[in-house]
């Protein structure tokens, strides 16, 4: 009887620190992206310009992505740090 009641804590204790830690994390983007406030919402209308079937539609979120990253690579803070698996030449 004990060893139930011993198991449905635990279990109970797990569940809500999964449910804390899910709810910390604010934005569906990776960290890389920095994604917040005025970029966060670029990205979301992005996103759902490049879901549409339009094509006219398409190509206007292929352009705020390139607009983006552009502006991102312009910055001095911006490091390219190439992948691990990748060749060096």
């Given amino acids: ?3 139930d009641l011993l ?3 635990i279990l109970e204790a797990l569940l809500d620190e999964a449910k804390k830690k899910k709810k910390k994390r604010k934005t569906k983007y ?3 992206y920095k ?3 005025k970029r966060k919402k670029t990205l979301d209308r992005a996103t ?3 879901k549409s079937k339009d094509p006219a539609d398409r190509a206007r979120a292929y352009k705020m992505r390139d607009n983006q990253e552009k502006k991102e690579r312009s910055k001095k803070s ?3 740090t190439p992948r691990h698996d990748t060749k060096k030449s």
């Fill in 35 to 37: 994604a917040k406030g």
């Fill in 7 to 9: 198991v449905e804590a």
């Fill in 78 to 80: 911006w490091k390219n």
């Fill in 1 to 3: 009887m004990n060893d």
């Fill in 48 to 50: 759902k310009l490049a």
């Fill in 30 to 32: 990776p960290k890389q």
